[in-house]
């Protein structure tokens, strides 16, 4: 669908124990209107607002949404959920005229305004900016950094996106560490209430942010156990990854502008 505008609707709904929930639905109608496109799935709630065309993305409580952006095209917003597409005629009280399924809608939008503000509507959080980082390294407190030290590549070209919560009065980091859409984010508070992480210039292009304490659950993995696939476990098992408890991390920006506008904000949101 092309040229067309979004709203974002949530309503609150209760069942018969008396739960309520919150639904929330992204809207997509084409400008000519003949296209009215609702896409379902499940999420957290999100604060009402318009943007511009009319699909419907419907999302509860039962499962958080993060939008995704794409690495060099900030204006591709993309919805990876598990969603039932429904195309309704005019009349909005007819059934759908036709439905499909999928888990992966794209929203492309004119300016990064746009989807900025469609992201800030799904987040209920202002997204601030958004940065380009070439990878994300695991840093070792206090080993010496040498030629052959050990470093562990978290993320690789991924977009690290800085939110405010005003509620609580805090800025928050965001970046994707894994293909895992719902489980492979690590966020942490840059600015607020107790926080002691702190971002320092770490030479060239790289940002070293200290005092964090991310834990990454472990996770199973295959691994080779024979060479032999005709032994009685296929020659493979699952193994449960040890977790990973995060306490700093070094992150290579996509230019040293970039990098110095990071440090900028993190110095205003801590008041600096």
Known sequence: MKDCTISIVTKMRSNSVGRIRHVTSVWAMSDDRTVRLQQQCGCQSSPTANYGMLTVLTVDDDTEIIPYTVWGK??????????????????????PLSTAKTSWVNYHFRDDQGSMTFQSALMWKRLLYSFRTRRTMLSHEGFVMST??????????????????????????MIQYSPRFHEGYFSFRLSGPGTIAKAVDDGERWVKIKGLN????????????????????????????????IR????????????????EVCGRAKGG
């Not at 900030?74 to 059934?95: M, N, W």
């Not at 052959?148 to 980091?173: P, V």
């Open 74 to 95: 900030t204006t591709s917003v993309v919805l990876r959920v598990p969603t039932e597409l429904r195309y309704h005629d005019i009349d909005l009280f007819d059934k």
């Open 214 to 245: 991310i834990v990454i659950e472990p996770k199973c993995v295959s691994v080779t156990t024979s060479p032999n696939p005709s032994s009685p476990d296929g020659g493979s098992r699952s193994k449960k990854t040890e977790p990973k408890n």
């Open 148 to 173: 052959f030290s050990f470093q562990e590549q978290l993320c690789g070209l991924e977009n690290l996106r800085l939110w405010r919560d005003d509620e609580a009065g805090s800025t928050i980091a």
């Open 248 to 263: 700093a991390i070094r992150v290579d920006f996509s230019s040293s502008e970039e990098k110095y506008k990071f440090l």
